[in-house]
């Protein structure tokens, strides 16, 4: 959302006084000896509190009483609000420094909010990196650090008419040239009025694009330098920007015209992650049942797609260090992925819980599981979400034929590197 970037200027002014301002309840502090150190054998004592946002927020007190029943000596203290309030409360808690024990994190926020200094590095040996996806894992690294945990994650896929697919007589498609047929075939014979539907351009159109970058060879920074004015960036510009300039992608996709176009079957197909399932069944009904599938990422270089999700995080100010790490490696054991996904949905980070149940069995939802071992998010940088305007605008003004892949590559390069990654 354009408030959440709105909001990182705020972040980035208001970490200059994390380190000026003590703590009323005496708490260590950023860097205090505490700080990136072991975590306590045996069981959780005391009391911690817990921020989290959205439909996981609102359940995850059912996790915290499993939790305080295995640990009897440790009291959970759970707050949840919305995603759109999340940013900023988050920020303004660093900045006055009363921030909780734990929060859920956006997994797009981690290199803004780990160059605070707000965060506790992940205590060494408290966790398996190999047990989780390791693009998820790659989320909580900032500068060879890590500073959280995964918790859920999502991916994308291409969602599409069967029964359209099988009018125009394509299958799903393996790499781009069979991408551009199918949704060329979509149209023209399987009598979809859009082939497929992406996102055109303006806030967000970025993690519709990126997996394009991703499976041309390109990305957005190597080596601590932006990378965004590549040959291989502008192949996938070219590529993305072709289907509205072919008439196989709609310009403008009004709030809920995907969906609603989807079951009607003017759209034939779109991206999009795991929470379409259950609103298409929800919207579609009986009468789409069996006219839809999810396919993988197209693969040319490699099939990469966009991985999303929250990650969570201790904070270096946290009155119960170690009950909080306790409480997220609770969190992150494949029987509590296993209980959120069962309360709301959430795909679990942890790869050993897709091993059995519903994740194991639902084609679908193995679908996604497979996609998750291909599939990278933005680099963990302090400026991602300015940078993220940058491409979003450059992806906009090709879109609507106002300028040339090879000069918004060179803009988005220019102001990206103007702007840094702060580090």
């Not at 380190?19 to 005496?26: Q, S």
């Not at 994308?156 to 394509?170: C, E, F």
């Not at 305007?389 to 992806?395: A, E, H, L």
């Amino acid at each position: 959302m354009r408030h959440w970037r709105q909001a990182t200027a705020l972040v980035a002014a208001l970490a200059l006084g994390v380190t000026g301002c003590g703590r009323d309840d005496g708490g260590p502090g950023p860097g205090g000896p505490a700080a990136g150190g072991a975590v306590a054998e045996g069981k959780a004592t005391g009391e911690i509190t817990v921020w989290a946002m959205g439909a996981e927020g609102e359940k995850l007190k059912a996790l915290a009483d499993d939790f305080t029943r295995d640990n009897p000596g440790a009291k959970v203290t759970v707050t949840a609000f919305p995603f759109d309030a999340a940013h900023d409360k988050l920020a303004t808690a660093i900045a006055g420094r009363q921030t909780p024990d734990v929060s859920m994190m956006g997994s797009t926020w981690m290199g803004e909010f780990a160059k605070t200094g707000a965060l506790d590095p992940t205590p060494p040996g408290l966790f398996d990196r190999a047990a989780f996806f390791p693009g998820a894992w790659d989320t909580t690294v900032v500068d060879d650090t890590s500073y959280g945990v995964p918790w859920y994650v999502e991916t994308r896929l291409i969602y599409h008419r069967t029964d359209l697919a099988a009018k125009a007589g394509v299958g799903k498609p393996a790499n781009w040239q069979e991408l551009t047929a199918f949704a060329r075939g979509l149209k023209q014979t399987g009598g979809a009025k859009w082939g497929i539907s992406l996102q055109p351009g303006g806030t967000g159109a970025w993690q519709s694009f990126l997996p394009f970058a991703w499976q041309a060879g390109a990305d957005v920074l190597a080596d601590g330098k932006f990378t965004l004015d590549t040959p291989q960036m502008r192949t996938a510009l070219e590529y993305y920007a072709s289907f509205f300039r072919q008439g196989l992608a709609p310009g403008q996709v009004a709030p809920g015209a995907q969906e609603s176009g989807f079951v009607s079957g003017d759209i034939g197909a779109f991206v999009s992650g795991p929470w379409h399932m259950s609103i298409l069944r929800e919207q579609g009904g009986a009468a789409l049942e069996g006219k839809w599938d999810v396919a993988p990422m197209p693969r040319e270089q490699a099939g990469t797609s966009f991985i999303g999700g929250a990650d969570l995080v201790v904070y270096r100010d946290a009155d119960n260090r170690d009950t909080a790490w306790k409480f997220v490696r609770y969190l992150t054991s494949p029987a509590a992925q296993q209980k959120l996904y069962d309360l709301v949905g959430s795909l679990p980070a942890v790869t050993a819980t897709w091993q059995s149940g519903k994740l194991a069995d639902d084609p679908l939802l193995k679908a996604f599981g497979a996609q998750l071992a291909d599939a990278k998010s933005p680099p963990a940088m302090a400026t991602w979400e300015q940078v993220a305007d940058v491409i979003d605008d450059g992806i906009e003004r090709v879109v609507r034929g106002v300028t040339d892949p090879a000069t918004a590559t060179r803009e988005m390069q220019a102001k990206a590197s103007a702007i840094g990654t702060g580090s």
